[in-house]
């Protein structure tokens, strides 16, 4: 169990070494409760940092069960299973697209304060959460980040089924999972305090990362 979200990033850039001071490293955390975990991981690893973001698609009147997710770049991604357990119609898909897209511009303008996305053309991009259940966001992250020409897609997470972290496998070329418990139900189980991390959080984060010297924005050739 760990601690709470920046003990998970600790844990969690134990296990992506590897990536070191590496210049061609970038961390891209999921607001919001990706954002700290992230903060963690580029901060060990000496890797730029900035967000990625995702917003779930959650069934009317169960907004917690996720039948799909989209991201920046038209990109949507469904739960074929969901879909079609809920008979859920498209038009009910669509309408909560609309909703959660207005809300995924809001953050991409709040978060980023004016400044431009981090450029991870050619670059390795770690794709970091606090924890997956279905997985669908991050798949939809996966798919939306590989339109940008990265080298190497890389998630990374601290606690996950084993089944989501097999099936995000065929879509990113590495998949970082520390904990996989069985049985698993929700990823708050496997923190001490978990709670709701709110838009000024993620901005402090990020302003922080570059105060203490987590590059927020490098170029091509990994500096500031």
Known sequence: MYL???HAGAVLAGALVHYVNRRDVVVLGLPRGGVPVAFEVARALGAGLDIFVVRKLGVPGQPELAMGAIASGGIRVLNADVVSWLRIPDQVIDQVAV??????????????????????????????DDGLATGSTMRAAVQAVRQQGPSRIVVAVPVAPRSTCTDLERVADEVVCV????????VGQWYRE??????????????????????LQPDRDGQA
């Open 4 to 6: 709470n979200r920046r």
């Open 99 to 128: 909703e959660e897209h207005a809300e995924l511009e809001r953050r991409e303008r709040l978060y980023r304060g004016g400044r431009p996305p981090v450029d991870v053309r050619d670059r390795v991009v770690v794709l970091v």
């Open 179 to 186: 904990e996989t418990p069985d049985p698993f139900s929700a």
């Open 194 to 215: 978990f709670s709701q991390i709110g838009d000024d959080e993620v901005r402090e984060l990020l302003r922080n990362g570059a105060e203490r010297g987590v590059r």
